[in-house]
């Protein structure tokens, strides 16, 4: 089982920057193909942000970010990390750090980014507001 742990999140006036972060502890399992960044914002249905394949690198990102949101991977440090910047306060909403297993088969990213994966991490909070 993936242990994921998300940090970074916190109060930020509009135009800010934060860069979330998610932390594998005993490193990325083999059998977990990609992680994704999802956030859930107040009365809202979960969404997702940007989704990273572990096999080839590919990134891929939802239209509302694209431009304003980096998404990286260290392997040293067995950390995935989200860079947010130009932040709107349509941005505010709970992160989460997420992860697909093979067990349903490999899913094409994109189908990921709409259907969400098989793990969830626990959620960081991003408030943008002045």
């Known amino acids: 089982q993936v242990q994921l742990v998300e940090s970074g999140g916190g109060l930020v006036q509009p135009g800010g920057s934060l860069r979330l972060s998610c932390a594998a502890s005993s490193g990325f399992p083999s059998d977990y193909y990609a992680i994704g960044w999802f956030r859930q914002a107040p009365g809202k249905e979960r969404e997702g942000v940007s989704v990273?394949?572990?096999?080839?690198?590919?990134?891929l990102y939802a239209d509302s970010v694209k431009g304003r949101f980096t998404m990286s991977l260290d392997n040293d440090k067995n950390t995935i990390y989200l860079q947010m910047n130009s932040l709107k306060p349509e941005d505010t909403a709970v992160y989460s750090c997420?992860?697909?297993?093979?067990?349903?088969?490999?899913?094409?990213?994109?189908?990921?980014?709409?259907?969400?994966?098989?793990?969830w991490g626990k959620g960081t909070l991003v408030t943008v507001s002045s």
């Open positions: 990273i394949s572990m096999r080839d690198g590919r990134i």
């Open positions: 997420d992860a697909d297993s093979s067990k349903r088969g490999y899913q094409p990213l994109d189908r990921l980014l709409v259907y969400g994966m098989d793990y």
